[in-house]
């Protein structure tokens, strides 16, 4: 991506450990990447890669063990408790359970407005008619504003959500597998609703989704998960045309591309492959047919190849070498 696009968010070097007891979970290991402004950053990996730790990390509902988070200038942890809180409105969250991420008890307005309330913005009636314009924003109607979640389908409620996160106008939304639960067809007018938001709306997102296909569509740029480590990372057309990790290979080789209606998902496929090695300088290795006769696979650390300013990865012998 053109580096004179401006970085609204970015970490660099983020490891998150979490411990219990005797074990530890390295959930993410020096992860590093860019938000550029009014783009699309897809995290593409598999269950338990360390894409929501990330998400949550940026979100700031969680601390990273080294490393640091800068969000539109500010470094997180580095704030008073007000400083934090206006940065919040600018960066917002909808997750992947249409129906749990919403108050069951509460009505579509009450939902919507809630964050208009949480930072009292406007009045009773300025609320009321910004409550509206997000309804017809996300492509719903008047007539749901009275409904409660349960009356809705998935796909509202997702509307629902997306409408509440931008309820407050941020310029950064994370989609944390916000289109993973939903029918194939309805996953379609999700995407193309969010494509559209974003394109009037200048957003930034951070779309976090297991599935290649959806990041195709989706994506400018992309930055492919394995074990808590980003392996390869670019443009998408780095990353779908000129792929260097095996890893990356692999996920690709299973998915049909270009078209979110034929999109399936490949969480099964990658989940049922051999666990890899602990202590192996590359995590892949065992599921890797040319690391798994390399040495230096399994003895030499691994250090960030950079192919060009948009495209890096992180293997000893990638698939162009
Ligand atoms: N609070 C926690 N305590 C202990 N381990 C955790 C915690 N949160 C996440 N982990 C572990 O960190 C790793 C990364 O988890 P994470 O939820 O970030 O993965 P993910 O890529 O979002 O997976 P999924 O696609 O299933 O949502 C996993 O091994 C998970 O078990
Ligand atoms: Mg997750």
Redesign the pocket.
């Known amino acids: 991506m053109s580096s004179d696009l401006k970085v609204v968010a970015s970490a660099s070097g983020v490891s998150?450990i979490?411990r219990?007891g005797a074990s530890e979970?390295r959930?993410?290991d020096d992860v590093s990447f860019f938000l550029h402004e009014g783009k699309t950053l897809a995290l593409v990996?598999?269950?338990?890669?360390?894409?929501?730790?990330?998400?949550?990390i940026l979100l700031g509902l969680?601390t990273p063990s080294a490393g640091s988070v800068e969000i539109l200038g500010q470094t997180l942890g580095t704030l008073k408790h007000e400083q934090m809180r206006l940065l919040r409105r600018q960066i917002q969250v909808v997750q992947?359970d249409p129906f749990s991420q919403l108050n069951r008890r509460h009505s579509v307005q009450r939902i919507i407005q809630g964050p208009l309330l949480a930072f009292n913005v406007g009045d009773k009636e300025s609320r009321k008619k910004k409550v509206i314009e997000l309804l017809e924003a996300v492509g719903l109607e008047k007539e749901h504003l009275r409904r409660r979640p349960h009356e809705l389908s998935g796909g509202q409620c997702q509307r629902v959500a997306i409408a509440r996160a931008l309820a407050l106008d941020p310029k950064i939304v994370v989609l944390?597998?916000a289109v993973s639960a939903l029918d194939v067809s309805v996953r379609a007018q999700v995407l193309n609703l969010l494509r559209k938001l974003q394109q009037e709306r200048g957003l930034t997102y951070l779309f976090?989704t297991?599935d290649l296909g959806v990041a195709h569509y989706v994506a400018d740029e992309i930055a492919v998960?394995f074990r808590?480590r980003i392996v390869e990372r670019g443009t998408r057309e780095d990353v779908f045309k000129n792929s260097q990790h095996h890893y990356t290979i692999g996920l690709l080789a299973s998915v049909p591309l270009a078209n979110p209606q034929a999109v399936k998902s490949n969480?099964e496929q990658v989940q049922s492959l051999p666990s890899p090695a602990d202590g192996d300088a590359c995590l892949y290795r065992t599921r890797c047919a040319v690391g798994l006769n390399r040495p230096d696979c399994k003895s030499t650390a691994l250090t960030l190849t950079k192919g060009t300013s948009t495209h890096s990865w992180l293997c000893h012998s990638p698939q162009g070498s």
Not at 45 to 56: I, L, N, P, V
């Open positions: 998150r979490f219990g979970v959930a993410l990996g598999e269950s338990g890669s360390g894409k929501t730790t990330a998400a949550r969680d992947q944390d597998e976090i297991h998960m808590g969480k």
